[in-house]
Structures are given as C-alpha cells and as structure tokens.
C-alpha cells in the first residue's frame, strides 16, 4: 500500500513498556497531560497513521508526530516534562522595562503594600524572561492571572501601575 507524506518514526513496543504505558493513560491520578501522551502511543503502536490517531484522540496531527518522536527517542520518560522544542501557540510580546520602571517596581516591591508588591514582583520576573507558568507557580497565582497582569501592563504601560492593587477593585473593572 503506498503512503504519501513525510515517513513517520516506527514504533515497537516492548509488553513492559505496553503495560506501563496502559497503566499511566488509564491511571487517574496521573498527570493528564502524560495520561493523553501515552494514549497516543498506543494508539501510534497498533500502526496506523498520524492523521488516524489524531482523529481518534481529538488532537492535532502534528501533536501525534511530535509524541511518536519523543517516544521513540526517550522511550516512557520522554513523555513527562515540557513539550518538545517548537511547541506551538501564541507568541508573547517581549516585556522589557525602563531603568526608571523597574526602579519604581523595585520600590513598589519592597514598600509597597502586599497586592502591589505581588503585582510588581510578577512584573519584575515577566521582564526576566520567565514563562508565565514559572511565575504564577512561585507566586501561588492562576497562570492566566499572570498573563493578564503582563497583559494590561504591556497595553497601558506604568499609568495604571502606581501603589493601586489590582485586587482592591472590583473583578470586572480596569485598575
């Protein structure tokens, strides 16, 4: 039978790594995240193609190419940690920051009240170069909360970012 497109990495599971395989995608405690990488193994195992995995799973092609790479590159530990290099999504404007606004967050931080200090401590870290994720873990914050803090600061600069907590206001407002 002829196949067109790029040839897809062959992959041969051992019955150890099927039943450690079968054991996380059905394990309910795992990470859900593992839980769908091995799901898609599986089913890249049983030899059919990419296009047929994703349609079976419900997630993109190139999601089932990337997973059946990284399996047979790394085998089982390949499926845990970050996505591999070129993962997709949207792009993040670059927040970089003046000596005088990070001067003026750096104070904030440090005497100003609590929630301000936590916005500017976000803020400072965003223009690190830390991921979103990264942040809102060290800080005990929702991802998207850091996001949309970055966000308004990009959109309205240092204006809305005086000693004013973002909290202080109602949820739906501007601040």
């Known amino acids: ?47 059919v193609t990419n296009r047929e995995v994703a349609r079976q799973i419900g ?7 990337k997973w059946r790479a990284q399996f047979v590159q790394k085998g089982i530990a390949g499926l845990y940690g970050p996505s591999p290099p070129n993962r997709g999504g949207r792009p993040k404007p670059e927040l970089s920051l003046s000596e005088d606004e990070r001067l003026r967050l750096e104070q904030i931080k440090k005497l100003g009240p609590p929630s301000a200090a936590l916005l500017s401590e976000v803020l400072l870290a965003s223009a690190s170069g830390l991921t979103n994720r990264e942040i809102a873990r060290a800080n005990g914050l929702a991802e998207h909360t850091v996001g949309r803090w970055r966000a308004r600061f990009l959109a309205k600069r240092f204006l809305c970012f005086g000693l004013t907590s973002p909290r202080a206001t109602h949820e739906h407002d501007e601040w």
């Open 59 to 65: 997630v993109n092609e190139t999601t089932v190419g």
């Open 1 to 47: 039978m002829f196949t067109s497109g790029r040839p897809k990495a062959v992959l041969h599971l051992t019955d150890s790594e099927h039943r450690m395989l079968v054991k996380l995608a059905e394990d309910r405690h795992a990470p859900r995240n593992v839980a769908l990488r091995c799901r898609i193994v599986l089913t890249c195992a049983q030899g």
